[in-house]
């Protein structure tokens, strides 16, 4: 789905209301006010695997507050595995505060399950603003994460809340470039991932490569607890590895 005109209203591609399953799949160029992309509500649980979400947008021209520029949960359990998320934003002109860059949760919802993502280099702008990348609407986690990048978000407020706006829920192997409350087993903190730009590099969607100093190659969860393969299909751990990487490419070893 690209380039929706922009929704006054809540998902700008598509509103959630009963079981889905998106696999494969691009979102990007969309806008709304809520959920650039994807909007979710009803008690359903909707799984995202394998897709990429770019340059939507949760935007305003009022007061109001824009916020999930991919995605924004009110109800229904989420659950997004081997999926990137990058250069989206929340963003208000009329003077609001935008919240949750790439994603947000909302109203009591459970948090978003993110297995083996890359949530990077997504924003949320306007007095105050909190969770470039992922942020909630009352400091509970958005998001409970295993194998997850969530890092190069930017927000107006400190630099503690430029990833997430509030501590997450870690499942572990999970890397920020600022905090994101990440103290489980494996987890990396305030750590940069060294990734390339968006670009085909293989797969049905475009992802974000792992260089080969990046600190989350080989990184991951062991063998037996991470996906089997990554967004683009290749094999998780590469050759002969133990370990997985963290996020949702796999750097292949030559």
């Known amino acids: 789905n690209k380039g929706f005109p922009a929704n006054p209203g809540s998902g700008g591609a598509l509103v959630l209301q009963g079981t889905a399953k998106i696999s494969k799949s691009t979102f990007s160029g969309n806008s709304a006010e809520t959920g650039g ?66 994603i947000f949760r909302c109203c009591g919802a459970p948090p978003i399950k993110a297995v083996s993502d890359t949530i990077v280099g997504n924003s949320a702008s306007g007095p105050g603003s909190t969770g470039g990348d992922v942020a909630s609407d009352n400091g509970s986690p958005a998001v409970q994460a295993l194998d997850t990048i969530i890092a ?5 407020a400190g630099k503690n809340y430029q ?29 940069q991932p060294k990734l390339d730009s968006l670009a085909h590099n293989g797969g049905p969607t475009e992802t974000l490569a792992e260089k080969s100093t990046s600190p ?23 050759k002969h590895e133990s370990r997985c990487d963290i996020g949702a490419y796999e750097y292949q070893d030559k």
Do not use: M
């Open 37 to 102: 992309a994807i909007y979710s509500q009803g008690s359903a649980t909707s799984t995202i695997t394998d897709s990429t979400f770019s340059a939507n947008k949760a935007t305003s021209s009022t007061s109001f507050n824009p916020s999930g520029g991919a995605i924004f949960v009110q109800s229904g359990q989420v659950d997004i595995t081997n999926s990137t998320f990058t250069k989206n934003s929340a963003k208000s002109s009329g003077g609001g505060t935008g919240y949750g860059g790439a």
């Open 152 to 156: 190069g978000g930017t927000a107006q």
């Open 163 to 191: 990833d997430c706006g509030e501590p997450e829920i870690s499942l572990g192997y999970n890397l920020s470039s600022s905090k994101c409350g990440f103290n489980a087993t494996g987890d990396r903190t305030d750590t």
């Open 216 to 238: 989350s190659v080989d990184h991951g969860s062991p063998k037996a607890k991470c996906t089997s393969t990554d967004q683009r299909g290749k094999p998780r751990p590469d």
